[in-house]
């Protein structure tokens, strides 16, 4: 029989795609599946699945150095993520950064050995008794068909298909030197790791996500085809970690997570508010001019909204706990009126769903576009907090559409073009789609196929006429409509999701939306939700990264400062400060008894745009002297000029 190293001897070429489905090179194939036929296509180290079977290749090779060192540990799950793969472990002691340095040693000594993974069929019961002393492996064999959804990265282990063991096979005596539960691919060999891997660090992972399961250990790696891939990942993480906002947040006195509060729970401090609310209100202005009308709604409501739209059910684990409401007593104790139970809202649409049913809707309405910046409360695990990325707070920047069938297309690709063009205003130009189809197991989606398969044309069309890059997801949609989600490249290379817009057939469906029809029937409106920065907080960390804190002009929270070189000539730069004030510029002249090197110093860390430094010889000219971020400086600039260039700067968005 043929096989994949027959066809492929490339030693770049790591897998192989046959009929659609990920395979490694030493599955045999039939006469068929060819080549010439396309349905057998070469995966490479170097495309995303090859990366994915890379990092997967290794998560393996550091569960078997660790079972080396500490043949009591207990295997959890260890998937490929974005840029890396990680591993859990039940071990007695929590690693430390030089069980990593051993680690890693140990993990050379495998892949210098060129240990061959060998994938092998094996039945429930067969792999019970050879994983008897894994207790998590056996757990997810009894999850097989629902592991996806029981456990974060389960689905590299066990699915709803047969299961398989992958052996790590001695090169020169053949015989099993380890082996895991997996349902692969896997490379050849572990000698293709190469030496384009690294141990990250340490952090604590409950079992399956849920505190109440043990906590186990979990050790992050990142894997790359070569050498120098690893060391240029290794830069962007070092100029990342300069950028990280939480950092910036600090320095700059952006923003704060007091303990007092809670986790997850920001204030914003002037200098955040400012550079906010600029967002919120340019924002405001582009809807305005759109055609969307904003709303606002409560941040709490009674249980029985939630449960109509399905989020109680759905969402169970991300609400926050109820707050029991509204029970009356008599003077005895006894209950005369039942309570009701309150729940902080998680989303904003079924409420934006209620001001659609507020009144009876004609197709003449229609398109109605609900806008709204909508704080939501999420019960997130503390373990997954991260600075404004991830809390338990946030703003969405929330809209939500109702159309008619034929409307869709077109009010989707004003949608779509709206998003791009509103990011582009914050400086952020390098886009992509990502396209989620729904899932070909019918109890996996609700609604009719035929309108599912006639709005995923049309989300189709739009995306691809939008002349970006178009990836399309199937299975990834929700169970209620197909989505696009929109993929942003920041300025050292990493990628965010950030605006999505999803079709939904299931709320109005729910909540028994119509309109009337040119015709006279009632219709059901198709419900578009889309979140422009997804949430405000988040948008505000990308922009603080992506920026390195060093906000283009228009959202610098300190837009000019002013320093004398002494304090004889304050009050000159203060009449300057007055006349940008009248034009609507943040300026700051400072009075302080520093000396004028130690000013210039301050405000260069704090990233002020613009410096505006007077003496003797400028205030006798008029003029000034302009001091930009980078240390250069432009004397002698007459102070028309200079209030017209700051002017200017801000109201074309430069960034200086």
Request: net charge negative; glycine share 8%.
């Amino acid at each position: 029989m043929t096989t994949g190293f027959d066809l492929f001897t490339d030693r770049a070429i790591v897998a192989m795609r046959v009929d659609g489905e990920l395979q490694d090179l030493a599955r045999e194939l039939t006469e068929t599946q060819t080549v010439e036929s396309g349905s057998v296509e070469p995966v490479t180290i170097d495309s995303p699945d090859g990366l994915d079977i890379l990092r997967h290749s290794a998560a393996h090779v550091l569960a078997q150095a660790v079972q080396r060192v500490n043949p009591e540990a207990r295997l959890g799950i260890g998937p490929p993520v974005q840029d890396g793969f990680y591993y859990d472990f039940d071990v007695a002691e929590p690693f430390s950064s030089d069980d990593l340095k051993a680690l890693q040693k140990e993990m050379e000594r495998i892949i210098k050995a060129g240990q061959r993974f060998v994938r092998r069929v094996v039945t429930d019961d067969e792999a019970r008794a050879e994983l008897a002393d894994e207790p998590y492996k056996l757990e997810l064999i009894g999850l097989k068909g629902g592991a996806d959804k029981a456990a974060e990265g389960a689905s590299v282990e066990v699915g709803a298909g047969e299961l398989t063991i992958y052996d790590n096979v001695d090169m020169k005596s053949g015989e099993v030197a380890w082996k895991d539960l997996c349902r692969g691919p896997h490379l050849p060999s572990t000698r293709l790791i190469g030496n384009g891997f690294a141990l990250m660090r340490v952090a604590g992972a409950y079992w399956r996500g849920k505190t109440e399961l043990p906590q186990l250990q979990r050790i992050y790696g990142t894997a790359w085809p070569s050498k120098d891939e690893l060391r240029a990942y290794q830069q962007r993480l070092e100029e990342a970690a300069k950028r990280d906002h939480r950092k910036l947040g600090r320095e700059l006195d952006l923003f704060s997570f007091p303990e007092e509060i809670g986790s997850g729970l920001s204030v914003w401090h002037p200098r955040g508010a400012i550079a906010r609310g600029e967002m919120e209100q340019h924002a405001r202005r582009r809807h305005i001019e759109q055609g969307y009308s904003y709303v606002y709604t409560p941040h709490i409501t009674k249980q029985d909204l939630f449960a109509t739209s399905g989020h109680l059910e759905t969402y169970a684990e991300g609400i926050w706990p109820p707050i029991h409401m509204d029970e009356e007593r008599d003077d005895e104790g006894n209950v005369t009126k039942q309570g009701v139970d309150y729940y902080l809202k998680p989303m904003n649409c079924p409420m934006h769903i209620l001001v659609y049913k507020s009144s009876a809707r004609s197709y003449r309405d229609l398109p109605l576009r609900l806008a709204e910046n909508g704080t939501v409360y999420r019960n997130e695990l503390s373990g997954a907090l991260h600075g404004l990325t991830r809390v338990r707070g946030f703003t969405q920047d929330d809209a939500h559409l109702f159309v008619t069938p034929e409307q869709l297309e077109e009010e989707t690709t004003k949608v779509l073009e709206f998003v791009l063009s509103l990011l582009q205003d914050f400086g952020l130009t390098d886009f992509r789609l990502e396209l989620s189809m729904r899932d070909d197991e019918k109890e996996k989606w609700i609604g009719d196929e035929v309108i599912w398969e006639t709005a995923t044309d049309a989300l189709r069309r739009v995306a691809k006429a939008s002349g970006l890059d178009v990836v399309e997801e199937p299975g990834e949609a929700a169970f209620y409509g197909p989505k696009i989600d929109l993929k942003v490249t920041d300025a050292i290379g990493r990628s965010w999701q950030l605006s999505t817009v999803q079709l939904d057939f299931n709320l109005p469906e729910r909540f028994e939306l119509e309109y009337t029809a040119a015709d006279g029937s009632k219709q059901r409106p198709i419900m578009i939700h889309r979140a422009l920065f997804g949430s405000i907080e988040r948008f505000f960390a990308i922009l603080v990264e992506h920026y390195a804190g060093a906000f283009p002009v228009w959202l610098a929270p300190v837009q000019v400062v002013g320093v004398p070189v002494a304090v004889d000539y304050a009050d000159y730069l203060d009449r300057l400060a007055a006349q940008l004030r009248a034009k609507g510029v943040r300026v700051e002249v400072d009075r302080s008894d520093e000396r004028m090197q130690k000013k210039i110093r301050t405000h260069t860390l704090m990233k002020v745009p613009f410096q505006l430094i007077a003496g003797e010889k400028d205030r006798d000219a008029g003029s000034v002297s302009f001091r930009f971020r980078d240390g250069t400086q432009d004397n002698g600039v007459p102070v028309d000029e200079a209030i017209r260039r700051i002017v200017e700067a801000i109201e074309t968005k430069a960034h200086v």
